[in-house]
């Protein structure tokens, strides 16, 4: 997939796409469009991406129900969040023996799901 196909959205300050290789189905990243490190960016941006944050977390909760997510900020050179959904068990013995991970749909299929969430549920 190139990455025009995983964006989910896009505003004039924010990008939110599908992580190209997922830890789990529903991993997004969600950055400011203007790369710019976390002492560079305005505080009403940073509300916009925890606001945006917040919500495709409560999106991605009624896509997937997943028992909980982890999410990490990247600093710099280019602050983003990556949101992961995860649930009891999804690190399974070939993560841990073999170094594979195994997500049971397709990126595409990720991307169609959550961009029809938006829809209903809008954003």
């Known amino acids: 997939m190139g990455n025009e196909e ?11 796409l599908h992580n ?10 969600i950055a400011p469009i ?10 009403s941006l940073l509300i916009e991406l925890m606001e ?3 919500r495709f977390i409560n999106i991605l909760g009624r896509v997937y129900n997943p028992h909980g997510f982890n999410v990490g ?6 602050v983003h969040v990556q949101v992961v ?17 195994v997500v049971p749909e ?9 961009r029809n969430a938006v829809r209903e549920y809008g954003l």
């Open 52 to 54: 945006i944050t917040k």
């Open 34 to 43: 203007r790369h710019q490190s976390i002492n560079e960016i305005s505080e």
């Open 85 to 101: 959904p995860r649930w009891n068990g999804d690190v399974s013995f070939m993560t841990l023996f073999f170094n594979v991970k």
């Open 106 to 114: 397709t990126v595409r299929e990720s991307v169609s799901k959550i």
């Open 20 to 29: 190209p290789h997922p830890f789990n189905n529903g991993h997004l990243i």
């Open 73 to 78: 900020i990247s600093l710099t050179p280019h």
């Open 6 to 16: 995983l964006i989910i959205m896009k505003n004039e300050r924010i990008i939110v």
